[in-house]
């Protein structure tokens, strides 16, 4: 008799993961809530959407910084103790955003020290994972908490516009700050203390250069990686979120919708996957990346907001690629370099977000936001099919 294969309810019967998931969700949740509410403080502030978007840049570019240099803690240290310092020392600093008359060069100053630590929580996390679900309930496992954070920017994005006009933006900053001491206490409660992987008494600069050699040395990798970046292009819609409210009519609720659209899209592209026999998912993983910008096209006709909501869902349900793309990078990745390497591959994912939304807002201070996006969704459908290609052969056995 043949075993049934590990589903969402045998990972949740595992205490610690259920902590995991627990911290994860408040931490998300509060996130989205912050960065509803610093696009709409910087808008209101300059009424400039080249602003706004390089604040929210600043949520990705840290990250250039942190994953490659910071990610390796985990790898070294005891997992655990990282994410919770991490939880820590990004309450603290978001405590200080929230304060009243703050100038915006500190709560940018601010903002790059949280996003620095953002990288080590999740890196750690990936690093953790494995040891919390071993053997096949590993990838529903982490398809679960793709979808929750997905589902958890669902509920911060729809949320945080409504908190924002009810509280204000030094609120919400709060909420986030108190998310992440939530989610510290979580982690200390309910997840057991781990040895780190890597071998003692190895160098950091040595440790580094090993997670980059895992990167670069593998061509399947490389080409998971290529994936994961096209995001950098179809992030557009939410970089520009605000002005594009405003080309529609609509306020602060109205970022908070389009912002997620895309996520809740998303959480319905991961449902669905599950329920695809793994063999086939991996044949996918081009055809949804090229979707997920291909969808965006449609904006080029000036949709209403419900179409464009539409659009944006489509967009997102495609871009559940990402948990095939994500599952498969770490299931290939050696265990002591695991954090290390998954700090490497998400530098790169938020570095080219961070571009994406860097020249999105540039180009919405001199096109109209539905064309900027239309025109990032063609730049994405050129680069989905070039990392496709790389994907494809890599593949063992081809030419």
């Known amino acids: 008799m043949t075993a049934r294969a590990a589903g969402f309810r045998d990972v949740l019967a595992v205490t610690e993961f259920r902590a995991l998931f627990s911290a994860q969700l408040v931490s998300v949740t509060g996130d989205q ?28 570019l840290p990250d250039l910084v942190g994953g490659p240099l910071l990610s390796g803690l985990a790898d070294r240290h005891p997992p655990r103790t990282v994410m919770v310092l991490a939880d820590v020392l990004r309450a603290g600093a978001v405590a ?25 929580w999740n890196s750690a996390r990936a690093a953790l994972l494995p040891q919390v679900l071993p053997g096949e309930r590993f990838v529903p496992g982490m398809g679960l908490l793709m979808m929750l954070v997905q589902a958890g920017q669902v509920a911060g994005f729809a949320l945080g516009g409504l908190l924002v006009a009810t509280i ?3 609120g919400a900053l709060m909420a986030d700050a108190a998310s992440f001491a939530v989610s510290a206490v979580f982690l200390t409660a309910g997840v057991r203390p781990r040895p780190p992987r890597a071998a003692p008494g190895v160098r950091w600069w040595r440790h580094v250069r090993a997670g980059w050699t895992v990167v670069v040395g593998d061509r399947r990798r ?15 819609g939410e970089a520009i979120a605000a002005p594009y409210a405003a080309e529609l009519g609509g306020g602060a609720a109205v970022v908070g919708l389009l912002l997620g659209a895309y996520a809740l899209g998303n959480v319905l592209g991961m449902a669905a996957l599950s329920r695809i026999p793994p063999g086939f998912q991996a044949r996918l993983l ?9 969808a965006l096209l449609g904006c080029a006709l000036r949709p209403d907001l ?3 909501l539409t659009l944006f869902t489509l967009s997102g349900v495609a871009s559940s690629y990402n948990l095939i793309a994500n599952t498969t990078f770490v299931q290939l990745t050696p265990d002591a370099q695991r ?3 998954f700090g490497f591959a998400l530098t790169a994912l938020r570095v080219s977000q961070g571009l994406g939304v860097v020249l999105a807002g540039v180009a919405a201070e001199r096109a109209a936001p539905h064309s900027v996006v239309a025109g990032a969704g063609a730049i994405g459908v050129v680069a989905a099919l070039g990392a496709a290609g790389l994907w494809r052969r890599a593949q063992p056995g081809s030419a």
Request: hydrophobic share 60%.
């Open 33 to 60: 809530l912050a960065r509803v509410a610093l696009s709409i403080l910087v808008y209101d502030r300059t009424n400039s959407p080249g602003w706004a978007a390089l604040t929210y840049a600043l949520t990705f």
């Open 96 to 120: 200080a955003m929230a304060l009243p008359g703050l100038p915006l060069t500190a709560v940018a100053a601010l903002l790059v020290g949280v996003q620095l630590f953002n990288p080590v």
């Open 168 to 170: 204000g933006t030094g």
């Open 222 to 236: 490389l080409a998971l990686v290529a994936l994961g970046c096209v995001s950098g292009i179809y992030i557009a």
């Open 286 to 294: 081009g055809p949804l990346a090229v979707l997920a910008c291909a």
């Open 306 to 308: 419900v179409a464009t």
């Open 339 to 341: 954090a290390q390497a």
